[in-house]
């Protein structure tokens, strides 16, 4: 169970989704039910009927990463053309912005970018650490965000083919609560709410609580190794603040049971378990956690998420999910794993895949 071709399923291209439901909350939504491995189909829309039958007090945890236009171009100094993903902020000071990034062609340390048609300038300082280059951006942080509004675009999954303009493309590919820029990639669960199915949870006595982490390779970075024990995850950054700390204290005092809004809900959740009880009135920091089975979940409850690619740490952090009690089921590999039969009902049924396709509901 621990090789990577045990986290492998055959998805037919065209269950792609290239584009969002019409209405976000009009997508399929397939509840997993742990304890017996069956499930059934409904519409996201339903999802205030489904959690109340769970007849428990419930806090859904989500994370309010906002995406930022982060794929740029610069050019080398001999005139080529380099694209540049950003993957993670590791310093702002006064006149400089310091990124973990991709680039494509790669950058060797002490080369100079420009980006026109603006005057931002960088140079890498860094070219040893694997994927990933060291830039230091030469701007203020109030430059460097108004750059990438101006001239950066929205990092969709190479998967995805749309046609929808930048402009349409910040909308469709951010949640509607998403407060805090950082990600690279959108917590994709969260897609599926509006604001009017926020406002129905809310007044049947859901609660929600919001965290952040920021989105970066430690989540879609693919695997390569054969042994999935041996994978690198890069490390991202997550916060609670103080009120959102407070109040998922007191929710667990309560017995409240937490239903995490996505997988990086989730790995912030089990990031922060054994500081639950510290006495920080706050909580931030890096975290590389890689969930696998046969995890132990200590703080998720329930799970809502997408359906994932295979062999993806996403896909590996579900799989852990759906056979961590209440399941009776021994995780051997996906395809015969009760969740991997519930992919594939999904499959014969045209449910949507990836980033804007359909969700699912892990009870």
């Not at 942080?141 to 083919?161: A, D, N, S, V």
């Not at 890096?286 to 996403?314: G, K, M, Q, V």
Request: glycine letters at 4%; a neutral charge; one cysteine or more.
């Amino acid at each position: 169970m621990y090789n990577l071709a045990d986290f492998s399923y055959q998805l037919p291209p065209d269950l792609i989704a290239h584009a969002p439901s019409s209405q976000r909350d009009h997508c399929r939504l397939l509840v997993f039910r742990r304890a017996t491995g069956t499930w059934s189909h409904h519409y996201f829309y339903e999802l205030p009927q489904i959690l109340q039958e769970l007849a428990v007090d419930l806090v859904l945890v989500r994370n309010n990463s906002r995406v930022i236009p982060a794929r740029i171009w610069g050019q080398k100094t001999t005139g080529g053309r380099v694209e540049v993903l950003l993957t993670r902020q590791l310093a702002s000071d006064a006149h400089q912005q310091t990124w973990s990034v991709i680039s494509r062609p790669g950058l060797k340390t002490g080369q100079s970018l420009t980006f026109p048609p603006s005057s931002l300038t960088a140079v890498c300082r860094s070219a040893d650490t694997g994927y990933e280059r060291t830039l230091a951006f030469q701007a203020t942080f109030r430059e460097f965000t108004q750059f990438l509004q101006e001239y950066g675009q929205t990092p969709i999954p190479p998967y995805i083919h749309s046609p929808a303009s930048e402009r349409q493309l910040r909308v469709d590919y951010q949640t509607v609560y998403a407060s805090v820029p950082g990600s690279v990639a959108a917590p994709t669960a969260g897609l599926h709410f509006t604001p009017e199915l926020t406002q129905i949870l809310q007044e049947k006595g859901v609660e929600f609580i919001d965290v952040t982490l920021h989105v970066g390779l430690g989540t879609f970075l693919t695997v390569k190794t054969d042994d999935i024990r041996q994978h690198h995850m890069h490390t991202e950054y997550y916060s609670i603040d103080e009120t959102n700390l407070a109040r998922l204290r007191a929710a667990r005092r309560r017995g409240a049971h937490l239903l995490a809004i996505g997988t990086t809900a989730t790995r912030t959740l089990e990031s922060v378990a054994d500081q639950l009880d510290s006495p920080a009135t706050s909580l931030s920091g890096d975290t590389n956690i890689f969930l696998y089975p046969p995890a132990r979940f200590r703080l998720t409850d329930h799970l809502l998420t997408n359906f994932h690619l295979s062999e993806s740490t996403l896909l590996m952090l579900v799989s852990a999910f759906a056979s961590a009690p209440p399941s009776y089921h021994h995780f051997h590999d996906f395809a015969s794993s009760p969740l991997g039969h519930a992919y594939q009902d999904a499959i014969a049924n045209r449910y949507r895949f990836f980033s804007f396709g359909d969700a699912m509901l892990i009870i």
